[in-house]
């Protein structure tokens, strides 16, 4: 088998693929920037500091280890006519079979100033400096006493958001008496344009998140649309200004830019479009997985979510070797088995295969659906590494 395959973006789909060709002892070149595969789900836990970073990484070695050859640079391009995806450092790389898993970057809606004064939560290095951006806020406030570096405000009350503030409630009042700060005085808000948070999950559970976070102490502003960002001041529609020492957007999500720089039928929202089997329309040599894709099921496009990334992982790895070896290949069918939100770490809600999941049940559950991902990752191999291993951020 002499056909070069290069697998570009170590999420959840580039890794899943990865193992499954790894496991066949099949050769392949894998692209990521960082030589460690995060856990975005729990990206919101590292922010708040719940754990080290170490428990939100593996390393990727530790997944790809016979076939398959680890290459740490940034994609800056993909060549579609001569078949070469370009990097950063090692410049052009050539393949036969190409496995675009890039995830996604944030979507900004053209808000002015909001790419430029927020903060975002996308990797385990955001995550950090969410972490010591609010901490030195709280210092700040030690020296000069000014209410403003104590108010928090997070933009988009989808999953990300809605988390993120979970883990920001939990975290903060104990800095706060450490630092001899009145947790009352810390001043949470969370701002949705849409009139509620959560929109994939019932009116029951949305109601349930809206009070558990509210009986944490966040202030929940829904219908309110962000029109303006400037320095530590959010401007939203009708006048309002808030001023605040730190900003996060976590509001939407869009394919990387790469896919629509390469040429690629894309959506709105810049993802590539693909046939059932995962195959871009465009380019028989191209799979796309993740959130990088434009899949669709009974007319209607997938979500962009882990849990269909995970799946499509091995369904990319299995087409590409049928192309190869002229077989048959699998068309991809999702299955939903529901969403998890972390309301901190006692407290959740979610839908589990239709059936509505509240309180510490809901978050043990969303904990455990990382034991599972790395169970089907690796094995019990993988389940069972202990966290000693340092991943250092670059
Ligand atoms: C806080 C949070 C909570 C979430 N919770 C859930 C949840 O509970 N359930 C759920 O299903 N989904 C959840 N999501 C969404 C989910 O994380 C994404 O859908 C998922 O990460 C997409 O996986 P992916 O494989 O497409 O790409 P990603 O996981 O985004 O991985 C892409 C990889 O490509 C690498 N990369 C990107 N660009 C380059 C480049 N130019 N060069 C080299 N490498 C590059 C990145 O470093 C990364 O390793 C959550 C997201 C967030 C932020």
Known sequence: MTDRIVIIGAGYAGMMAAAALDREGVPFKLVNR???HYFTT??????????APADY??????????????????????DRASRTVRTAQQGELPYDWLIITLGWVPEYFGIPGMREHSLVLTNLETARDIRAHIESQLHQYLDDGDARHLRILVGGGGLTGVELMGELLDWLPGVCH????????LDLQLIEAMPQILPQLSGALRQEAV??????????????KIVKVEAGKLHVEGGEVIEAGTIIWTGGVRANPLLEAAGFTCDRRGRAKVN???????????FIGGDAAWAEENGRPLPPTAQAATQMGPVLAHNVLARMLGKPMQPFHYHNRGTLASLGADRGVGDMMGIGVRGAA?????????VKYLLELGGLRLTARKTKEIVTLA
Request: aromatic fraction near 2%; glycine fraction near 10%.
């Open 42 to 51: 729990l990206l919101h836990e590292a922010a708040g500091g719940r754990g």
């Open 34 to 36: 960082h030589p460690y």
């Open 276 to 286: 059932e089997y995962l195959q871009s329309v465009d380019d028989e040599h191209v």
């Open 178 to 185: 450490t630092l001899g700060i009145s947790p009352a005085l």
């Open 362 to 370: 809901a978050a043990l559950a969303k904990e455990a659906s990382k």
């Open 57 to 78: 990484a593996v390393p990727i070695q530790e997944v790809v280890r016979r076939s398959g050859e680890l290459v740490i640079d940034e994609v800056t391009g993909i």
């Open 211 to 224: 009070q558990v976070l509210s009986d944490k102490g966040a202030t929940l502003r829904t219908s309110m």
